[in-house]
């Protein structure tokens, strides 16, 4: 009898717990495979066994009898399991299965070891059509057998991608619960938490949701945060009008404008400056490491103040030069646009509050132009005023801020002549530009104008960083 324990003991890991066959193992350690065989059905050597047995009672005999036949068939399913598992991972293992349907053979692709590979999915449905029972399977793989169960449900349900394809776990970040307690947060004072701050910071946060019984970390939060479309921003400070009869001074002019008839136009009015004719900051690509710099204190070669109409159905400007904001100022602009549009019928103006937009002057002005109008054959001149405090509402803010920007920005011009050709050449292209290209203002945007030229409410025209 065979009696070498080290090499019986490295015989049966080889077979049972590394997977090896036993026709390999025989060849490979030079036994027989009958040997093989025994060393399998024991642990340990048993030796020489005495041809005459003693007699033993029942009982014993029959206890006996059951360990050894259970045993004998734990032994021999993981020999049959191991050796049906040997032989489907053989490179000719396909000549091996009957069924080659597409389903077996990504089955069969997936039983190479591969991270996230999965492995005892396959080996489950393949081993089930091969015969085995669900719990031969559960106890070879070490899984319980409501996972073969589930495995095989759903291969039989859905398919083998279905079986195949990757369970992602559920994310923190789309617990709707968490959501709605952190923005229930956001939208109250951190005050009401316990925290001395007007604004809520991330470490905050955290503690109160923690506090809520929410344990999340900073990652989850401003995925949460960024995901609805939230982003921490500073308050910029704008105009707001304090006007009591803004509602109706904005209504009034939204309806002329969505009435405008073609024989009629409406200007927006504003004038731009004073500014010095001088070396000015702005925007400029430059070497690394160098840092442009103008000088605070220069001497000015001029000053400017630009008066200008926007007519918002053709995008057209008409500008000119004055030497003050006054009424005398606003006359000359209405003479200017009544003999340039003397063959329309009726010009609406509208402008900002200031003194010399609504002064007794003006008005008497206009009034006696409309009384000779109609003789004279001259279009009639309407007043829309804005609302006080309102040049956000401007539309001709967005052309100055524009205009600024393409070429008061960055410039350096030796007289006011140089800056007024400037001026000139800007608005006559951008006047050219939209009769090749006729829009209404505010469908298409001029060079680097701030914003949209578009009468709007949420406009905010006037931009004090171009100015």
């Given amino acids: 009898m065979f009696k070498n324990t080290r090499q019986w003991n490295r015989i049966r890991n080889r077979i049972l717990v590394h997977g090896e066959s036993r026709h390999h193992v025989a060849a490979s350690e ?6 093989v065989r025994k060393m399998l059905m024991h642990e340990h050597p048993p030796g020489y066994v005495s041809t005459v047995r003693k007699p033993v009672n029942v009982p014993q005999q029959k206890s006996v009898c059951r360990t050894d036949i259970r045993t004998s068939k734990d032994l021999n399913d993981k020999l049959e399991w191991m050796e049906w598992l040997y032989g489907i991972e053989q490179p000719h293992r396909l000549h091996k299965i009957s069924d080659t349907s597409e389903s077996i053979s990504k089955l069969l692709e997936v039983l190479a070891p591969a991270p996230n590979s999965p492995r005892k ?3 489950t449905v393949l081993a089930k059509r091969e015969g085995f029972s669900v719990s031969q399977i559960a106890r070879h793989l070490g899984i319980s057998r409501k996972t073969v169960r589930s495995y095989l449900s759903t291969f039989e349900s859905d398919g083998v991608d279905e079986l195949l394809k990757r369970q992602s776990r559920p994310r923190k970040s789309d617990d709707q619960e968490l959501k709605k307690c952190i923005f229930a947060m956001l939208h109250e004072p951190p005050s009401l938490h316990g925290f001395n ?5 991330m470490d905050d946060l955290q503690k109160a949701l923690k506090s809520s019984g929410h344990f999340v970390g900073e990652f989850v939060i401003r995925k949460v945060i960024k995901e609805a479309g939230y982003r921490w921003k500073s308050a910029k400070v704008v105009l707001t009008s304090s006007d009591p009869e803004y509602r109706e001074k904005y209504q009034h002019i939204q309806d002329i404008l969505s009435s405008l008839k ?13 500014f010095a004719i001088k070396m000015k900051a702005g925007r400029v690509l430059v070497e690394q490491g160098v840092q442009p710099s103008v000088a605070q204190w220069q001497k000015s070669k001029g000053w400017l103040i630009l008066t200008a109409a926007l007519e ?3 995008n057209q400007i008409t500008h000119f030069y004055s030497k003050a904001k006054n009424t005398n100022e606003m006359i000359r602009m209405t003479d200017v646009l009544v003999k340039q549009y003397a063959n329309v019928n009726k010009l609406y103006i509208s402008w900002d509050a200031a003194s010399w937009h609504i002064s007794k002057e003006l008005k008497q002005h206009i009034k006696e132009h409309n009384e000779k109008a109609e003789i004279n054959g001259l279009p009639s001149v309407e007043l829309a005023p804005l609302p006080a405090s309102a040049q956000f509402l401007n539309v001709i803010e ?4 524009g205009m600024a920007r393409a070429i008061i920005h960055n410039s350096d011009y030796e007289s006011t002549k140089a800056a007024m050709d400037a001026i000139d050449r800007h608005f006559m292209e951008r006047n050219q530009h939209f009769v090749d290209m006729p829009k209404r203002a505010g469908k298409k945007i001029w060079g680097m104008e701030r914003t949209t030229s578009f009468f709007d409410g949420a406009n905010n025209c006037k931009d004090p960083s171009y100015r």
């Fill in 30 to 35: 030079g036994v027989s495979r009958q040997t």
């Fill in 121 to 123: 999915k396959a080996l």
């Fill in 197 to 201: 701050r007007t604004t809520w910071r």
């Fill in 262 to 274: 073609d024989d009629e136009r409406f200007f927006s009015i504003d004038e731009f400056g004073p």
């Fill in 312 to 314: 918002l159905s053709r």
């Fill in 398 to 401: 967005s052309v100055f801020s």
